[in-house]
């Protein structure tokens, strides 16, 4: 059955043109090594323009997302399944699990807030993470990261928890208390105690290494 | 001026200057007016304005007209109320104005994010407008992006998608690849740009050709993308084939970055080494080992040799006729007609192969010296610009927050390094910022400075006794040496031993002193560990700079003034053993140094005095020993042209050694702090006495020092110099057309004032950049003083708008009465 429908596909490529043909191609084979679309041509054609990611490295961002759970991700993604994916299994991936702000992470980039997440907030989390993003758009989500409390700025706690989380109770509380005063005093432009995304986004300006940082290889 | 208005995303990109700022006034009215209109339709301005509109602007010109006294009441009432700005007693405009300042709204919402973006391709397209716009688009509906960050209801929404049509209609007139650029960057999820997209496509599709990315930009997009991956992964490589990288994480997550300093000290000082050694290596020793000079047969070869150990001790014995030395260099043009692959230097190679030897020397030497110089100057100019940035104190601490962590790194034992390096560096910050508050009384003062100045006394003191100690020492032992000759005693072990005696004197000089210097400091009591640092290193740096000019003095002066005396059949041979023995000295007390000073002490200290301490490493001593040691290598080049070898050996050691000591026996200083410039200053000192010291040495050997008649590449010769002067002379007879050359060699190198002008050049280049640097502070200090004063302008406007609507309810009670029903509801 499953030889029929791939010669069918076969001939169907065949007669159609050479785009079709390479479609098909890059569209992915199933591991099993029987050929199967997990996209059409349009979704990845979609992927393509919305992300910093070409077919081939979507492919695999599938793969390592499908990897994740096989049992519930499907391998046909054409009707855009309704699949989540938990926050344990998003924070237990090897290139996260060691990050400290691993959970802000995935609340950020995830559409419910909890950091469950669909493949099109998977390939979002590392479309902007990874190196072609421009730094307004890792600014945004930086920001995003350390807004602890969701109010759209970055105030006290929120660097405290920061620093917590950075230090790990390296620092006392003297010092904590401290840096975060510091840090609002120097980055704080309009002078109302907190940081927005505009005194974060001017900061990060000036930080010569933010890019190379903000970033995660996958 | 809708670029101006939109402070948010173009703050950056046009700096506004002073003169302009009576625009961003305007900006800011408009934005009221705007506001004002936005309430009732959106911004539409060819609208029609209803009565209490009208009445709200005929407001404002009464205002404008009014009397002073408003105005003078109004300033005087500006700084009570600026403090209670959030009060509960604003209207309901006012708060409205308030929510849509810049600050509050970007990045707000997904409607301010899609308006934001809205205006960006506004922007773009305006910028393009050579491309036909397929539709027509009213260019008066210029949006507010403002007022979406407070309205949520029905109408927000409704807005909301308007104002996505908008973007989507926008979209659609980019071209293709500007159009996936602007999606590709906005900030929302993933299913929204679909979604857009989508839209967008649907708009479009009677172009449904233009779907697919012209070929040509996408073979672009491909290459840029490769060009960058490539590159990305070139810098990795890079960083990743650093020496020694993993090691200096631990160090400076354990220890900060002021020890950190003195590592990545070390591994330059190896890097510059490594660089001479290869240098001379291969232009000098290799060539001579590979052809060796017809040696006149030493009689006393065999029955010179006394014992191993000492041999390699004092560098002399057998090692005396070997590349090592100045002395085993032939003064012949090598030739060699069959061996010329093998000398693989790539001249000329037809029938004989020649190879000027002192020809080469000159300039290897030369050439040497003027590379390292360029390294070191540009090095320097490089760290200048680091740590003296611009803005200096200025967001450090925020960009060191949330810039730091490296997203990247994922080992387990990486994350811990990174969060104590982190933890490491934020209280060295918090340390420097905390320092700079504390201020003691007047009397105190005083006696700190008496203090310091009795320290000050001491230190000197003690340097110039240990100067006049080297001086007297080494005169005797020269004159030792003479009478030892000239009686010519056969006891050679003891004359051997005895040349180790100014060695031994000069290091452990150089061994103890600090260790004075350092109690002195105790005794100071300096509150900031940097200041300390300095103020040693002032003092060590004074010790090693007046002990190496008395040794130059004792070399270039007595040694080489009268070889005779000594029985010295070359001098410069003699002093590159000198140097050697320095060098081995200096490594050998240092090694001793390390054991007893750090490690017995530590036991010591913890097993006897039952003290929980160890020792603090000593930063300034350890850096300057270094410095001393690379100032001996780099004198001794001349006459011994391997002894960067000896060097490098030296640094390898010491590098694993200083650490493995640095991890057993020290524990972190009890203050920390911030070693921002310390790596500038090292390079500094490198540079400046230490480099140019050594180079002024060798160069006046060059120019007026007779050298050996009977060794040596340049026997024969007046100074070392004439060599260079006479190839030149004998090219210019060969060949005439090249007899500019030699005039230019006579003007332009014989003639200083080439020199002079050369280094006038450089310095006013010098001065300009530190004066347009400085010039670059003012501006930016002015603009910093200008951002306050806007936000200052802008609490001032708000001030006023609050006081027209207290005016008109007063008033109008009844509209002021439907004005606090506005504002409760809202």
């Known amino acids: 059955m499953s030889h029929c429908s791939l010669l069918c596909q076969f001939f169907i490529s065949e007669i159609s043109a050479g785009i079709r043909l390479q479609c098909t191609v890059c569209h992915g084979t199933a591991r099993m090594g029987n050929k199967q679309t997990i996209f059409t041509s349009q979704q990845l054609d979609a992927y393509q323009d919305c992300t910093y990611f070409t077919r081939k490295e979507i492919l695999r961002l599938f793969h390592r997302y499908r990897d994740l759970a096989p049992q519930l991700v499907p391998l046909d993604y054409t009707n855009e399944p309704d699949v989540r994916l938990p926050y344990e299994l998003i924070g237990s991936m090897p290139e996260l699990k060691d990050n400290p702000f691993r959970q802000r992470i995935a609340e950020v980039f995830s559409e419910d807030g909890q950091g469950n997440m669909t493949l099109d907030d998977f390939l979002d989390m590392f479309s902007v993470m990874s190196e072609m993003a421009p730094r307004d758009l890792k600014a945004y989500y930086a920001f995003k990261i350390y807004d602890f409390n969701n109010d759209d700025f970055i105030c006290k706690s929120d660097l405290e928890k920061t620093l917590n989380k950075l230090t790990r109770n390296e620092l006392t509380e003297d010092e904590v208390r401290m840096v975060c005063e510091k840090v609002i005093d120097e980055a704080d432009l309009d002078n109302d105690g907190r940081l927005s995304l505009e005194d974060f986004q001017h900061m990060i300006l000036r930080a010569p290494d933010f890019l190379s940082t903000f970033h995660i290889r996958i | ?826």
């Open chain 2, 1 to 826: 001026m809708a670029g101006r208005v939109s402070f948010g995303s173009d703050l950056h990109t046009d700096v506004e200057s002073p003169a302009d700022e009576d625009g961003v006034h305007d900006s800011f009215c408009q934005l009221i007016e705007e506001q004002c209109y936005g309430r009732h339709d959106d911004g539409m301005e060819m609208t029609p304005l209803d009565p209490d509109l009208e009445d709200e602007s005929r407001d404002d010109v009464v205002y404008l007209d009014g009397p002073a006294r408003h105005w003078s009441e109004s300033l005087s009432d500006a700084p009570q109320q600026t403090d209670n700005l959030i009060g509960e007693r604003w209207s309901s405009d006012t708060l409205k104005v308030l929510s849509s300042m810049p600050s509050r709204t970007i990045g707000r919402s997904r409607g301010a994010i899609i308006s934001q973006y809205y205006n960006r391709t506004m922007q773009l397209r305006r910028r393009r407008q050579s491309r036909p716009s397929i539709q027509h688009f009213p260019h008066s509906a210029r949006p507010s992006i403002r007022g979406y960050g407070v309205e949520t209801d029905g109408a927000g929404f409704q807005e909301e998608e308007n104002k996505r049509e908008r973007l989507v209609n926008n979209l659609q007139n980019l071209s293709v690849s500007d159009r996936v650029r602007m999606l590709r960057a906005m900030p929302l999820s993933l299913a929204e740009k679909k979604e857009l997209r989508m839209l967008v496509l649907n708009k479009g599709e009677h172009s449904l050709s233009e779907n697919q990315i012209p070929c040509c930009s996408q073979l672009k997009y491909y290459i840029i993308n490769a060009v960058r991956h490539g590159w990305y992964s070139w810098l990795s490589l890079v960083s990743s084939l650093q020496l020694w990288q993993t090691a200096l994480k631990c160090v400076s997550g354990r220890f900060g970055t002021g020890v950190l300093s003195y590592f990545v000290f070390l591994r330059t000082l190896l890097f510059f080494n490594i660089f001479l050694f290869l240098f001379t290596a291969l232009f000098l020793a290799v060539p001579q080992a590979v052809l060796p000079p017809a040696q006149d047969t030493h009689t006393n070869n065999t029955s010179r040799r006394s014992s191993w150990g000492l041999e390699v001790l004092t560098g002399a014995g057998y090692f005396s006729d070997s590349v090592l030395y100045y002395g085993y260099y032939s003064n012949q043009t090598l030739q060699s007609g069959r061996r010329c692959s093998q000398s693989s230097n790539g001249t000329s190679c037809d029938a004989a192969f020649s190879y000027n030897m002192p020809l080469v020397y000159f300039f290897t030497i030369g050439a040497a010296f003027f590379i390292t110089c360029i390294i070191l100057v540009y090095s320097m100019s490089k760290s200048f610009g680091r740590s003296f940035r611009i803005d200096k104190s200025k967001g450090l601490l925020a960009i060191k927050v949330f810039s730091s962590w490296d997203y990247k790194v994922s080992k387990k034992s990486s994350v811990r390094l990174q969060r104590a390096n982190i933890g490491t560096q934020l209280k060295e910050l918090v340390a420097e910022v905390n320092r700079q508050e504390l201020k003691s009384p007047l009397l105190q003062r005083v006696f700190r400075i008496f203090i310091h100045m009795l320290a000050w006394i001491m230190c000197l003191g003690s340097t110039l006794a240990s100067v006049l100690g080297v001086y007297y020492f080494s005169e005797y032992m020269h004159k030792d040496l003479t009478s030892r000759v000239r009686s010519s005693s056969s006891d050679s072990l003891l004359k051997e031993a005895s040349l180790l005696a100014v060695p031994v004197l000069v290091s452990s000089i150089n061994l103890l002193l600090p260790g004075f210097f350092n109690a002195v400091a105790w005794m100071e009591e300096y509150d900031s560990p940097s200041v300390l640092n300095y103020v040693s290193i002032s003092r060590n740096l004074l010790l090693k700079v007046s002990v190496l000019g008395v040794l130059c003095f004792h070399w270039l002066g007595r040694v080489a003034m009268d070889p005779q005396i000594l029985g010295l059949q070359c001098w410069e041979s003699f002093v590159g053993q000198e140097l050697y023995r320095f060098l081995l000295m200096d490594f050998i007390f240092m090694l001793l140094d390390t054991f007893f000073g750090e490690f017995l002490w530590r036991l010591f200290s913890q097993k006897a005095l039952k003290r929980k301490r160890k020792p603090v490493f000593d930063i300034a001593r350890n850096v300057l020993e270094l410095i001393y040691g690379q100032t001996l290598a780099w004198l001794g080049v001349l006459f011994s042209p391997l002894l960067p070898v000896v060097q490098i050996i030296k640094l390898l050691f010491l590098f694993y050694m200083k650490k493995v000591s640095l991890m057993m026996n020290c524990q972190v200083s009890g203050k920390p702090w911030r070693a921002s410039q310390m790596t500038t200053i090292f390079i500094t000192l490198l540079c400046f006495p230490s480099f140019l010291g050594a180079a002024v040495c060798v160069t006046y050997t060059m120019w007026t020092m007779k050298p050996s008649a009977g060794c040596g590449p340049f026997r024969g010769l007046k100074t070392m110099f004439q060599a260079g002067k006479l190839w030149v002379r004998d090219l210019a007879l060969a060949n005439p057309s090249l007899w500019w050359l030699e005039s230019a060699h006579t003007y332009l190198v014989e003639n200083p004032l080439f020199l002079f002008l050369s280094a006038a050049v450089f310095l006013i280049v010098i001065y300009f950049h530190s004066q347009v640097l400085d010039g670059q502070r003012k501006i930016i200090e002015l603009l910093q003083e200008q951002i306050e004063n806007e936000g200052e302008d802008k609490k001032f406007l708000i001030m006023r708008l609050q006081d027209i609507h207290e005016r008109r309810r007063v008033r109008s009670p009844r509209r002021g009465q439907r004005d606090n029903e506005g504002s409760s509801f809202s």
